[in-house]
């Protein structure tokens, strides 16, 4: 969820199967909504972001899902390598409060 | 083209005193946010900056406070410091106003209280 301040789970997979990590909100109102890559020492990178009117975006490998319905977001990594072991973090914006809020994250484990 | 960054890399004070950490955004951009992540945990909004003015700030105490400057650097002054306010300190910048857009992370500054 949007929470912030809990311990990390964490997501193995093996290189080359499909990741697929979650996020949950709770303001319907929230109109913007980013993923960050965290990879150990360096400040988080951008993935990719989605506009609330949207339901689907894609990018290189990645592709995020936007479920307004139940408040739910999703990042798909396709085919993933060793290189995208890493915290992933979702950042949700409601525009009209100026608020921002970070997920927890999720921590990908890489299996060779 | 340059990135955020932040200085110092690391920083260790001891309790009770103050700390004062610096960012410098990507050339054009005029939004700066600080957010503190401590270890293993997630981030945490601090404060927003942009054209010189405080928009927004998290759930922190008034200890936590900070400026931007007309050259749209800015930096985080943490008072009165205790042992938990050990944590990595990032700084980010956006070229839009508001927080409708990408932001570039700076590589952070590790502050130890002791």
């Known amino acids: 969820g949007e929470s912030v301040g809990l311990h990390l789970p964490t997501l193995s997979v093996q290189e080359g199967d499909n990741s697929i990590i979650n996020c949950a909100y709770s303001?319907?109102?929230?109109?913007?909504f980013i993923w960050y890559k965290q990879e150990s020492g360096k400040g988080p990178q951008f993935i990719i972001d989605i506009r609330s009117n949207m339901d689907k975006r894609q990018g290189q490998r990645v592709t995020v899902l936007l479920n307004k319905t139940v408040k739910h977001l999703s990042l798909q990594i396709a085919a993933t390598q060793p290189g995208d072991s890493a915290v992933y973090f979702c950042a949700v914006v409601t525009g009209t409060a100026s608020k921002l809020t970070f997920g927890t994250g999720t921590r990908l484990q890489v299996t060779l | 083209e340059a990135g955020v960054t932040q200085s110092p890399t690391h920083l260790i004070k001891t309790r009770g005193q103050q700390a004062t950490l610096r960012c410098s955004p990507i050339s054009g951009h005029t939004s700066v946010y600080w957010y503190q992540q401590a270890l293993g945990l997630g981030l945490q909004f601090l404060l927003w900056y942009d054209e010189g003015e405080e928009r927004n700030r998290g759930n922190f105490p008034p200890r936590f406070s900070g400026r931007q400057f007309p050259n749209y650097s800015s930096e985080l002054n943490v008072n009165a410091l205790e042992l938990e306010d050990s944590a990595l300190y990032l700084c980010?910048?956006?070229?839009?106003?508001?927080?409708?857009?990408?932001?570039?992370f700076g590589p952070g500054t590790r502050l130890t209280v002791t």
């Open positions: 303001n319907s109102a929230s109109d913007y």
């Open positions: 980010a910048s956006s070229l839009l106003q508001g927080l409708m857009d990408e932001q570039y």
